[in-house]
T-cell receptor, first 113, second 112 residues
Framework: DAKTTQPTSMDCAEGRAANLPCNHSTISGNEYVYWYRQIHSQGPQYIIHGLKNNETNEMASLIITEDRKSSTLILPHATLRDTAVYYCIVRVGSDTNAGKSTFGDGTTLTVKP | DVKVTQSSRYLVKRTGEKVFLECVQDMDHENMFWYRQDPGLGLRLIYFSYDVKMKEKGDIPEGYSVSREKKERFSLILESASTNQTSMYLC???????????FGPGTRLTVT
């Protein structure tokens, strides 16, 4: 699985959009980009994933560059409850590999009032 | 909503004890996983199972074993607990075809 690089920490004002970048320059054609977050003292929570098209769900939007070497997770209107560690993971889409890639240190997002 | 539950939120055990951590999911998922999470090391995969009675080693299986006798239940066993196994243990499950994992709340294990 490709390695990812994320900033260690970011701040965002409440109500503003939070844009979390992730670099995955060695991504392969069959690897998906996944985002999870972990709120303090809880297990990680799935947010969104994509292969090459941009994706949106009720939680966030995922923008993947055309060359797929980087992506951005967008929380459109951040709230204090979005303060968490955000993990970007690149993973091959097959059962035998599902879950084998480890989560790195992620980005600690702090939403401030 | 998918629910993954773990038997304990906090556990304190002594060195040498046999420790059982249990995980139950209610969404008929084929895949189940055990991770440990340590500061500076992220989440590391211990074992996973893609079917009943099937298991595969993850990145750090040493000192651990697992059991999956029923589809909804995946147990992590520390045969002889050691202090370096003090950690947060997280269980997760996923569908066969999809790769979104759903995590339990975690068990913080302290071995003294």
């Amino acid at each position: 699985d490709a390695k990812t690089t994320q900033p260690t920490s970011m701040d965002c004002a409440e109500g503003r959009a939070a844009n979390l970048p992730c670099n995955h320059s060695t991504i392969s054609g069959n690897e998906y980009v996944y985002w999870y977050r972990q709120i303090h003292s809880q297990g990680p929570q799935y947010i969104i994933h994509g292969l090459k098209n941009n994706e949106t769900n009720e939680m966030a939007s995922l923008i993947i560059t055309e060359d797929r070497k980087s992506s951005t997770l967008i929380l459109p209107h951040a709230t204090l409850r979005d303060t968490a560690v955000y993990y970007c993971i690149v993973r091959v889409g097959s059962d035998t590999n599902a879950g084998k890639s480890t989560f790195g240190d992620g980005t600690t997002l702090t939403v401030k009032p | 909503d998918v629910k993954v539950t773990q038997s304990s939120r906090y556990l304190v055990k002594r060195t040498g004890e046999k420790v059982f951590l249990e995980c139950v999911q209610d969404m008929d998922h084929e895949n189940m996983f055990w991770y440990r999470q340590d500061p500076g090391l992220g989440l590391r995969l211990i074992y996973f199972s893609y079917d009943v009675k099937m298991k595969e080693k993850g990145d750090i299986p040493e000192g651990y074993s697992v059991s999956r006798e029923k589809k909804e239940r995946f147990s992590l066993i520390l045969e002889s607990a050691s202090t370096n196994q003090t950690s947060m243990y997280l269980c997760a499950s996923s569908f066969v075809a999809g790769l979104e994992q759903y995590f339990g709340p975690g068990t913080r294990l302290t071995v003294t």
